[in-house]
């Protein structure tokens, strides 16, 4: 079940779609890099790290300032081109 939860601004979502994007191409380059290519590999893992930790503090920070409801075993997407936050229920 997916419902509506909140909104956020334009420059809140431009942040969390930056982090979004580079997330998803550091796992990207994960499934290239091997722990062989030791310097790489460790820069990739840090970075990786570092950057979702900073996507979860978004959401964090964003349910805070908002007061957006959360379940259990519910997590919650955004719409990049509304703006819109989404509870996903499962």
Not at 6 to 26: A, D, K, M, S, Y
Not at 29 to 40: G, H, R, S, V
Not at 59 to 73: E, K
Request: proline fraction near 3%; aromatic fraction near 12%; include cysteine.
């Amino acid at each position: 079940m997916r419902h509506k939860v909140g909104q956020v601004t334009p420059e809140e979502r431009n942040e969390i779609q930056r982090l979004f994007e580079r997330r998803n191409g550091l796992n990207e380059l994960a499934k290239i890099l091997t722990p062989d290519d030791d310097a790489l590999y460790q820069k990739l893992v840090a970075d990786l790290g570092d950057t979702t930790t900073r996507f979860q503090q978004w959401w964090d920070r964003m349910a805070v300032q908002y007061g957006w409801q959360g379940t259990p075993n519910g997590h919650w997407e955004i719409n990049f081109e509304s703006c819109e936050i989404f509870l996903n229920e499962e």
